[in-house]
């Protein structure tokens, strides 16, 4: 049985290209990889594969031998991690409690994407990166980094895209608007499709958590529809047991988050922000990730 | 205030080494970086030190910004390692549960030992490696894969050996013998202090207990106190507030392990070596490696 790669569940960008980058990377040193998706694809994926001309990766089922990319919080993985054995980790975020029986392989770097660290390890091991994987890679870290406007943005995360935009032969801003643009706005999706994108679950201290994230040009397309949104993320949250549902409004042009709060503690949205939750609404200027500028936040206020 | 590179609690050879070899790296790329101790150093690490002339680290406490060597389960962690930020882990075990607020750098492979992976990135990133440098982090690995026999040992860690051994200016076996002979033994020690050696808390699903190993030439020498010992681990157990103390009595010449067992559940033991405890003790022919032949076992047959 093969080697999957696999993202976090309500994959991005990154979680998908980067298993893709990375089950060829595995492929080039011996092994049976194949990528595989941990939910629907979004947009903004959807539009990078079709650029690229590659597959949609199968989404994963009773897998036995997984390498983990871009999460490592139990929580976030697909259902059935539990009886999978995780040969590797290869991510860009907080570690979050993951045991594992025996010492595996682990990269984890405090950079923009995990598609950046995915082409270092190519390059380092000189496995050549044809345009088609380049492409992706690529496509992660613009995505990841809003087109380097993020403060998670390191300088290794451009290079690695400038690079990475030649080989595959584009454009690296033209491309990157494009592909923002081809995830920005909710066109013809349904307030719980909206509720849903790229959610993750998270604790801070022992209030559980579910937070999504969407990223706009237009944040008042999607403030217009708030009522429903609330409904749909209460929603999510009686579904996912969790007490608290945030939802990012992100405006990728004017660098800034529309942070919608639906369930208990509203408070601790307050005290992590130092402002008042107004029709359960946090404005937040210059926040732009959830990583750096949410998740810290919220896990400080709850100590 | 500097940077403080720790590696877990009752220090093995390794833990000390790499701290220092690490803190070196770190200085090299330009940080302030210092080796520091989570514990005495014992008889086979001040043997190395004494070796290389290089002095004892200083004992930690009451660090803001600190890096992990060697482990990462917060247990096995200097006290006061909630108030401190870690800004990396460098390991070669299981990860345990650890979580950080924001990402850090990672770099944990499954090889024999913490100090091939130090040496492996100062040599990626052309950090010259000083001979008494070299010399410590020989030693680290001469003791980890008990001179390359540890089922745990890789090419990786031989080949690293090797190359530190021509820049320490050592030959690898001859020097082998005596550090190894240096630390095995039990002259002069209490049962107390054999019971203390290399001493780490784990929790093989819903039982804490303590795992400590000390590695000789003649088993017989230790065997022969071993209700003394038994009632040293007793008091282990208690003090950690643990309800099971297994003691590793490995035999480096024969490649077996006499395993002690006090408290409870000894039938947990039983599990997962599938043999009697008797007399609170199981032998174990072959097994030298707490991480490979101790912990899985234990965790597994805890499930």
């Known amino acids: 049985m093969s080697i999957y790669v696999v993202g976090h569940k309500s994959p991005d960008t990154d979680s998908i290209c980067s298993a893709i980058g990375m089950a060829y990377y595995e492929k080039a040193m ?3 990889a194949v990528p595989a ?3 629907e694809i979004n947009k903004e994926t959807k539009y990078a594969l079709d650029y690229f001309k590659v597959d949609v990766p199968e989404l994963i089922s009773d897998a036995k031998e997984v390498i983990l990319v871009d999460h490592n919080e139990p929580a976030q993985a697909f259902d059935g991690i539990e009886n999978a054995k995780i040969l590797a980790l290869i991510d860009h975020h907080r570690l979050g409690g993951l045991c594992t029986p025996d010492p595996i392989y682990i990269n984890v770097r405090p950079v923009g994407c995990t598609a950046t660290i995915v082409a270092d390890m190519c390059w380092r091991h000189e496995v050549e990166i044809p345009a088609e994987i380049a492409g992706l890679l690529l496509s992660a870290i613009l995505s990841d980094t809003v087109l380097f406007k993020s403060p998670t943005c390191t300088e290794k995360d451009k290079k690695a895209a400038e690079t990475l935009a030649a080989i595959a032969g584009v454009e690296l801003k033209e491309y990157g608007m494009a592909l923002l643009k081809a995830g920005a706005g909710i066109d013809g999706m349904t307030p719980a499709q909206v509720a849903d994108t790229d959610l ?6 022992s209030t559980k958590a579910i937070v999504s994230q969407i990223s706009v040009m237009d944040p008042e397309e999607v403030l217009a529809i708030k009522a429903d ?3 749909a993320m209460k929603a999510n949250a009686a579904a996912k047991e969790v007490s608290l549902a945030l939802l990012m409004v ?5 660098e800034s988050t529309h942070l919608l709060v639906a369930g208990e503690p509203a408070d601790l949205v307050e005290k992590a922000f130092e402002k008042k939750v107004e029709d359960n609404c946090v404005f937040l200027p210059g926040v732009m990730s959830r990583k750096k500028q949410i998740v810290p936040q919220m896990t400080n206020a709850a100590k």
Chains 1, 2 share one sequence.
Do not use: P
């Not at 993750?200 to 201290?205: A, H, L, N, V």
């Open 30 to 32: 011996g092994f049976d």
């Open 37 to 39: 998706r941990a939910g």
């Open 200 to 205: 993750k679950k998270f604790e801070f201290g």
């Open 229 to 231: 949104l609330l409904e």
């Open 250 to 254: 992100t405006d990728i042009l004017n």
